[in-house]
């Protein structure tokens, strides 16, 4: 036990010290005073019906407990999800293997340190709350008890089964990479957003990890109570940005809450989550590889056999592995004529050919070659299929469907740019070409944008043929804005998380869900919007203004 928490200390104030750490801190509590907006202001952001609570301590720490689920439920996960990762790409992990520390207690001292890490965010957002209570001035009694209890009881327990299942994707060798990011966009989206599915049954609470069954039903019957003629029930709450003209009466359209009455029932329903979260740290430790090395024969013999089936090795002729000495193959009658060149290193390296200017067609091409390496056969096959349907489904409904398909199916794709110099320790032979910045970055950039287009353009060319160019406009802007935005998340971070997790959100409410500004495939903007392309056209060149502006610092430093 000794060892577990040590471990866990120890990792929680290595990562405390990072920039992206402070970065969140200042994100919450910048998110926390938007998400208490002051009386008179024209948006919403927690309503009943139409109607908020007074803000008094416990309608604050409720307030802040759906935006800390909500948000660090998501921006949470990708930012802890990189513990066992870490380890495993500084070497630290073959030492940690090398001790006695068994399986169990590794994957659970992490999943504790994930906690410590988003509890103390959830510290700062209380903080925040108990200063913005004061300052919005409504109810200028403050109650702590009042104000934690939320933050505490839900938010807490949560948080405990976020970083567990960020340890379990780490373990999990198949969700270990962006497939577990996109994979856990989705739960969240099931399971974490506030009437989402999950949280819309709003009747069992231990079936509801985001909390929602606790605090939900009792704000509804205070809201009933004050207004019975706004009929407030479990399913017209709204919770996020709502712009409404009766917000700036809030003061009338406002009703006391106290809290949802902490009974041991709900206090016991909501710390059974910590026991479940445990148990899921527990069971990452049996996927967990423990930083072995891979088999070298089992993977020697799989490398040959994929060589032997695409043709690459004679069999019949008796090839001879490429790691044999040449004079032996000779001797061994395994190649029967062999033209020996009797040139020096330096005469064969002058003798070869020295083309002189850019090619930018050919790098691109060899970016995209890259790119698209490894991906399956089953990958290509939903591609085309993508393609096809773009071809034939009507328009503007179903174009939207084929079209967010089409801007989500290449994620994984898009996500490495930028990033691979990094991962790969090859930063030191790009770099030392002519012109390291802007060449290699142009012909990445140009790669994406070779596949947005190729997935896209049924859906672009049926825009442009319906007779609107705003549209159309939108989805040439965005053909040029996405591989520009992986580029520039990938030089600034070296990670693929941070565009995975901005991406998606982006996809979520733009393509996916049609709100015309921030769909940049095309589909939901209306006729004669060209706002929207000219907002990705600006959005595009300043990404690819940072990811230059990044890539030159990294040079100079």
Known sequence: MTALVGLAIADFKERSRRYSFLVTLIAMVWAAQVFLPPTGSDYLTLSIAGHRGLYNSAWVGAQLTFLANAFLGLIGFYLVKNSIERDRESGVGALLAATPLSRVRYVVAKGVSNLLVLASMIGVVAVSGAVLQLVRGEVRTLEPLALLAPLVLVTLPFMALVAATAVLFEALPVLRGGLGNVVWFFAWATIGVPGGPVSRLGQSRLGDPFGLSTLLPSMVDACRERFPEAHATLSNFSVGIQISDKARTIGVHSFDWNGPGWTLEVILARLSWFVIAFGVMALAAIPFDRFAEPRLARDGMRSWGRRLWFGRLDASAGAVPAFA?????????????????????????????????????????????????????????????????????????????????????????????????????????????????????????????????????????????????????????????????????????????????????????????????????????????????????????????????????????
Not at 416 to 445: D, Y
């Open 325 to 557: 000495p040449l004079d032996d193959a000779i001797a061994g009658g395994g190649v029967t004529a062999v033209a020996r060149d009797s040139r020096t290193p330096a005469e064969r390296l002058v003798a070869v050919p020295v083309r002189s200017g850019f090619d930018l067609a050919g790098l691109a091409r060899a970016e995209l070659t890259i790119a698209i390496k490894g991906v399956s056969r089953w990958w290509l096959l939903a591609a085309l299929g993508i393609v096809i349907a773009g071809c034939f489904v009507p328009l503007p409904h179903g174009a939207r469907i084929v079209s967010a398909l089409a801007w989500i199916w290449p994620l994984l794709i898009w996500s490495p740019f930028g990033t691979r110099e990094q991962r790969f320790g090859t930063s030191g032979v790009l770099f030392s070409v002519p012109q390291p910045v802007v060449r290699p970055l142009l012909a990445t950039w140009l790669a994406g944008a070779v596949l947005a287009l190729a997935i896209s353009a049924p859906i672009g060319a049926r825009l442009a043929l319906a007779g609107d160019g705003a549209p159309f406009a939108a989805w040439l802007v965005g053909v040029t804005f996405v591989p520009a935005f992986a580029l520039a998340c990938g030089v600034l971070t070296g990670s693929t998380r941070l565009f995975e997790a901005s991406y998606l959100m982006l996809w979520y409410a733009g393509p996916l869900n049609g709100v015309p500004a921030l769909d940049f495939g095309g589909a939901s903007v209306p006729a004669g919007a060209f706002g929207t392309a000219f907002g990705f056209a600006i959005a595009t060149a300043g990404m690819l203004t940072v990811a230059m502006a990044a890539r030159r610092r990294r040079l100079v430093g």
